[in-house]
């Protein structure tokens, strides 16, 4: 009885503890993207086009294929993807956990195994790369004018996040779980509760000097600076 007692008081110790921390997590993720980075960014000669975008869950950063700066086909292969379509003008980069991404077509196939390990940084990360023709925009892909200056600090937040291989190029991942236009590669870095995919795209907006949150683990923590 003695240790059933002890046993619960350790149980309700943990259970109470975990609801404190999520209280604070929570609390400090609509706090902290709340507070705007950048306010006045980016004074010089808006040259380059980029754009944000989400899909309600997830921040993409969208930057042209080529332009004076940079060629990213050089590096992002149209061929890794299943239309090859040499049509396209933009090209977007969204970061997040590997397991995620090639694992997890629908929410409706999420593991327990997935979310725990990318929740804690277990699993590896990977870069999503799609392929666009036409940007439209509205409410949920906004466009930013950078200057030229910032655009190269922008391009050398993206390179750094990838894996590369010993010819110093991207590491394309195979996957079929994703769209007509999609291609995946390595990624450095680890997903976490801190550091999630909507993070790794504020971090890019702050690498480049524009506008975005203190912190942020949401898109809405992005797109509220925007909209």
């Known amino acids: 009885m003695k240790t059933l007692k002890q046993s619960l008081k350790i149980a309700k110790r943990i259970s109470l503890g975990i609801v404190l921390f999520l ?32 899909n309600g869950v997830h921040t993409d950063i969208i930057v042209p294929i080529k332009n004076d700066i940079k060629d990213w086909s050089q590096e992002i292969n149209v061929a890794n993807t299943k239309t090859n379509d040499t049509a396209a003008h933009y090209l977007a980069f969204g970061w997040g956990d590997k397991g995620f991404y090639l ?62 291989d010993e010819t110093h190029n991207p590491m394309f991942i195979h996957a079929t779980t994703y769209g007509k236009n999609d291609s995946f590669y390595e990624a450095n870095g680890k997903y976490n509760l801190f550091h999630t995919c909507n993070s790794w795209a504020n971090g890019a907006l702050k690498s480049a000097n524009q506008k975005a949150a203190f912190w942020t683990v949401t898109d809405t923590g992005i797109f509220c600076h925007y909209r």
Request: hydrophobic share 40%; charged share 20%.
């Open 103 to 164: 694992d997890t077509p629908t929410w409706a196939d999420l593991k327990f195994s997935t979310a725990f390990n990318a929740a804690f940084g277990l699993g590896n990360s990977a870069m999503h790369t799609t392929f666009y023709k036409a940007i439209a925009e509205n409410n949920d892909c906004i466009k930013i004018k950078v200057s030229g200056e910032n655009y190269q600090k922008l391009v050398t937040y993206i390179e750094d996040s990838f894996r590369l």
């Open 23 to 54: 209280v604070v997590y929570f609390l400090a993720a609509f706090t902290l993207s709340k507070i705007t980075v950048n306010t006045d960014a980016d004074k010089q000669e808006k040259e380059v086009a980029i754009y944000i975008k989400t």
